[in-house]
Nanobody
């Protein structure tokens, strides 16, 4: 059984940092893509960041320069370092994994496996 478990969410003030982690079990993703998406209150789920098998990274425009995605293949985990957080970053953050290569790492339809989500709340 494949499981993705997020951790690291919480309540912080604007300007603070948080580090989200996603621990995968039951399947490895180092040959595919690992990503983060988020759903803000009243909005659709949207792409945040992705890292592919060859270490290419992709970011949504609204997080470029503030967020950084990385992975540890040995531990089958990936993380999202979030700096300079803004109130508009408030959302439930989901990690997602795909076991094989995709040319569309920013598309949520490409991901087979999802975590349950972790809440990030940024106060002003």
């Amino acid at each position: 059984q494949v499981q993705l478990v997020e951790s690291g969410g919480g309540l912080v003030q604007a300007g603070a940092s948080l580090r989200l982690s996603c621990a995968a079990s039951g399947r490895t993703f180092n040959a595919g893509s690992m990503a983060w998406f988020r759903r803000a209150p009243g909005k659709e789920r949207e792409f945040v960041a992705a890292i592919t098998w060859n270490d290419n990274t992709y970011y949504a425009d609204f997080v470029k320069g503030r967020f950084s995605i990385s992975r540890d293949n040995a531990k089958n985990t990936w993380t999202l370092q979030m700096n300079s957080l803004k109130p508009e970053d408030t959302a439930v953050y989901y990690c997602a994994g795909r076991t094989i290569v995709t040319s569309l790492p920013e598309s949520q339809t490409q991901y087979n496996y999802w975590g349950q989500g972790t809440q990030v709340t940024v106060s002003s």
